[in-house]
């Protein structure tokens, strides 16, 4: 494989936290080892040649960045509660133009990286909260919790998600927190958005692309007002337009939402968040799969906001079979109906990427199928679930010009079917002919999401591009974004990173066509 670089050789700060000492250390986590172990930074912040294509050729019309967020926690976890969503946020980004590339990757300078650098230490949040050791009848103490808000008491989050790009600022996201502004030139981190509200916004937003509004909600699972849900609109300038409260009966998890012309669609799938449950579990020494529990005996359902709402007074819920459903691909509406693709789950088990992630991985519930739904704003009443075939996916993926307009074409990640995190392929879906295409890794090779890359110079076709993500290669411990063509489905380049890219979540393609022009490679 070559020499180790300086990213691959990097060590983890050392993490020291108050209250440790009083505390048993936990069993090795999967999360930090392996193909999930943490990296350091490009050197000084430069660009990097990437170190080879190993198979066929970067296209020349290929022109923009690819981007993929993930986590990667700067201090040490060993021995301590640690769970996939808590990991410091840290790009990776390829540049392509001319038929070159060239690598960088950087941390997120959130405010949470920048207090862990200040205390000297880092809790896993997330982890924390499932992990705390109870005495009988006993409340327990969250060491954590004095350290995860800034001086507003506003949540600071790792920023570890996922991307957006709107107002012509390229956002990095998380569930809990607001998005904070990124330069695509050189990864650096300009700063958090301010909003004079308290709430944040989901790693999961719609820009629509004829008005340039960003759509967003944010649920706030712990709220002392039981205002557990907030809907707002980010208008073209990147402005906050409005925000409001949206009434739901008791804190759940949302992390995707979709929009049509007329609509912004919510999902309900009952991932309720218990803390009480958990404490009592904790208390009487039971296990625990900690405070998020889906609730199958309820059904799931959508949430139809009209998009020029001020508050939650027109909203109109949909009741759907029990499922739950993480990423969307799009909506649009169909006279009286709405059109709704995205990877049905029958479960959703959160612990899937903590220490139990063996156990619940190794679930066959756990692997998603794309489905479509249609359901009748009229009546009220779902019309339909057509689930559009067998090949277990996630990480739903669209030509973004499609928002809220019908869909022709639709992808996703085809997960591996090991007990491993990892996506094995890419699916490509026709939803007018039915055909299903895939596209598989080499053996030994293990990927993560893929995004659409429209061809610089082509059509309006919605597989007038390319599919891009990184891949894994077990065999070798390297990693390599792969290009395949997405109207055929077949590998254009394998192109060898100058350094290991860990696992990580949400990917993203910044089209040169969507920003000013800059200097050549």
Avoid at 43 to 61: C, K, M, T
């Amino acid at each position: 494989c070559g020499m180790a670089t300086a990213q691959e050789t990097w060590k983890p700060r050392a993490n020291r936290r108050p209250g440790d000492e009083k505390r048993k250390p936990v069993g090795p986590n999967p999360y930090l080892t392996g193909e999930f172990l943490p990296v350091g930074e490009s050197p000084d912040g430069r660009w990097q040649p990437v170190g080879s294509v190993v198979e066929g050729a970067i296209p020349a019309d290929l022109c923009g960045t690819f981007l993929r967020n993930g986590p990667n926690p700067e201090f040490d976890f060993e021995g301590k509660p640690y769970h996939f969503f808590d990991g410091d946020g840290m790009i990776h980004a390829v540049r392509f133009e001319n038929g070159k590339a060239e690598y960088l990757n950087r941390w997120i300078q959130t405010k949470r990286l920048q207090a862990q650098r200040q205390n000297g230490f880092a809790f896993a949040e997330f982890a924390e909260v499932a992990s705390v050791e109870v005495e009988p009848g006993k409340m327990p103490t969250f060491y954590h919790s004095k350290y995860d808000k800034d001086e507003k008491k506003e949540y600071r989050s790792p920023a570890n998600t996922a991307f957006a790009f709107q107002a012509g600022e390229l956002l990095a996201l998380n569930e809990a927190d607001k998005p904070y502004r990124i330069d695509p030139d050189d990864l650096s981190t300009k700063g958090r958005m301010e909003w004079n509200v308290k709430h944040g916004c989901t790693a999961h937003p719609r820009v629509c692309p004829k008005t340039g509004e960003m759509f967003f909600f944010n649920y706030v699972p712990a709220s002392k007002e039981d205002k557990w849900l907030y809907c707002g609109v980010l208008n073209p300038k990147g402005e906050l337009e409005r925000s409001f409260p949206v009434a739901i009966p008791h804190p759940v998890m949302m992390h995707d939402c979709i929009l049509t012309e007329n609509y912004m669609v919510l999902f309900d799938l009952n991932l309720r968040f218990d803390l009480m449950e958990l404490i009592k579990e904790m208390q009487t020494g039971k296990p625990t799969e900690g405070p998020w529990r889906h609730h199958l005996e309820l059904p799931a359902r959508f949430g139809f906001l009209p998009r020029t709402a001020t508050s939650d007074k027109d909203v109109k819920w949909i009741e759907i079979p029990p499922c739950g459903v993480f990423h969307f691909c799009n909506a649009w509406e169909e006279g009286d109906e709405v059109v709704v693709v995205g990877s049905r789950f029958h479960i959703l088990h959160l612990d899937a990427f903590s220490d139990k992630a063996a156990e619940s991985l190794n679930n066959k519930e756990n692997e998603g199928r794309m489905t479509m739904w249609r359901l009748n704003l009229r009546t009220g009443k779902m019309v339909s679930e057509q689930k559009l075939s067998d090949h277990p996916v996630d990480f739903s993926q669209i030509d973004w010009s499609t928002v809220g307009r019908e869909s022709k074409i639709v992808y996703a990640a085809e997960f591996a079917q090991d007990k491993d995190f990892g996506f094995r392929g890419m699916v490509k879906y026709n939803l007018k002919t039915s055909e299903v295409q895939t596209y598989r890794h080499p053996e030994g090779h293990v990927g993560g999401e893929v995004v659409f890359a429209r061809r610089k110079g082509g059509s309006a076709a919605e597989d007038d591009g390319y599919l891009m993500g990184m891949v894994i290669n077990r065999n070798e411990g390297s990693t390599e974004c792969a290009i395949v063509d997405a109207q055929t489905m077949k590998l254009v380049a394998r192109v060898k990173m100058p350094s290991r890219v860990p696992q990580g979540f949400h990917a993203f393609w910044l089209g040169a066509e969507m920003r000013q022009p800059r200097a050549k490679l």
